[in-house]
C-alpha cells in the first residue's frame, strides 16, 4: 500500500516548456486534490475532482488543467510554464463517508524550478 | 472567503513543557477541521481530523478543540519533545468536498 505517489520529485523548466505532474493513488479514494505551496502563502488549492470524469477548479486554476480518466490517477499538466508557477506541488487524496470528506492524505510532493 | 489565521507564526519552547497552538477562521459554516504536520522538505501528515458537530479529538499527547460559534480551533501538545519540532498547519474543509483552506503554520522547535 504505497498511498499516494508523485512524479518526479523534482523537476526545473524554461519558461513556455509544458509538463505533467504525476499523482496516483491506491487507496480507491473517491476525492482527490491539487495544492501548490509557497513561502508566506500557505497551501492554496488549485485543481480537485471528486471522481473519475469531475474536475473542479479552486483558488488558483489559471495556467494548469486537470483530468481524472481513472479513480487512481489525476495528472496535473502545466500549459506553458512562467516563472510564477515555481512552487512546491502536492497531491491529496481522501475518502468520503456519508457524503463528507475525512482524513486527507498527501504526497511527497514535487519540488519545480522554472527559469 | 475563508481565512484561516494560525498564532504564533513560530514558537521555541524546551523539552517537557505543554504548548498550546491556535487557529482561527473567518466563516463558521465548516464542514471539518484538520491538524497536519509538515517537516522540512516533506509532505503533510494528518494529526486529527474534527468533524462540525464534534467539540475536540485526542491521539496521544494530541488533544485538539473545536469552537465553530467563536471560529476558534486549538491543538494541545502535552510534555513536548524534540521529536515534535515540525510546522504545524491548520485546514479548514470548507464544502462536502475535499477543498481545504490552510492557514500559515505555526514553527514549532522543541529543545532537548
Known amino acids: 500500500n504505497a498511498g499516494v505517489t508523485q512524479t518526479p520529485k523534482f523537476q526545473v523548466l524554461k519558461t513556455g516548456q509544458s509538463m505533467t505532474l504525476q499523482c496516483a493513488q491506491d487507496m480507491n479514494h473517491e476525492y482527490m486534490s491539487w495544492y501548490r505551496q509557497d513561502p508566506g502563502m500557505g497551501l492554496r488549492l488549485i485543481h480537485y475532482s471528486v471522481g473519475a470524469g469531475i474536475t473542479d477548479q479552486g483558488e488558483v486554476p489559471n495556467g494548469y488543467n486537470v483530468s481524472r480518466s481513472t479513480t487512481e490517477d489525476f495528472p496535473l499538466r502545466l500549459l506553458s510554464a512562467a516563472p510564477s508557477q515555481t512552487s512546491v506541488y502536492f497531491c491529496?487524496?481522501?475518502?468520503?463517508?456519508?457524503?463528507?470528506?475525512?482524513?486527507?492524505?498527501f504526497g511527497a510532493g514535487t519540488r519545480l524550478s522554472v527559469l | 472567503k475563508q481565512e484561516v489565521t494560525q498564532i504564533p507564526a513560530a514558537l521555541s519552547v524546551p523539552e517537557g513543557e505543554n504548548l498550546v497552538l491556535n487557529c482561527s477562521f473567518t466563516?463558521?459554516?465548516?464542514?471539518?477541521l484538520q491538524w497536519f504536520r509538515q517537516d522540512p522538505g516533506k509532505g503533510l501528515t494528518s494529526l486529527l481530523l474534527?468533524?462540525?458537530?464534534?467539540r475536540e479529538q485526542t491521539s496521544g499527547r494530541l488533544n485538539a478543540s473545536l469552537d465553530k460559534s467563536s471560529g476558534r480551533s486549538t491543538l494541545y501538545i502535552a510534555a513536548s519533545q524534540p521529536g515534535d519540532s515540525a510546522t504545524y498547519l491548520c485546514?479548514?474543509?470548507?464544502?462536502?468536498?475535499?477543498?481545504?483552506?490552510f492557514g500559515k503554520g505555526t514553527m514549532l522547535l522543541v529543545s532537548p
Open positions: 491529496a487524496s481522501s475518502y468520503s463517508w456519508t457524503g463528507r470528506v475525512n482524513i486527507q492524505y
Open positions: 485546514a479548514v474543509g470548507n464544502s462536502g468536498y475535499s477543498t481545504l483552506t
Open positions: 474534527i468533524q462540525s458537530s464534534q
Open positions: 466563516d463558521s459554516a465548516i464542514y471539518n
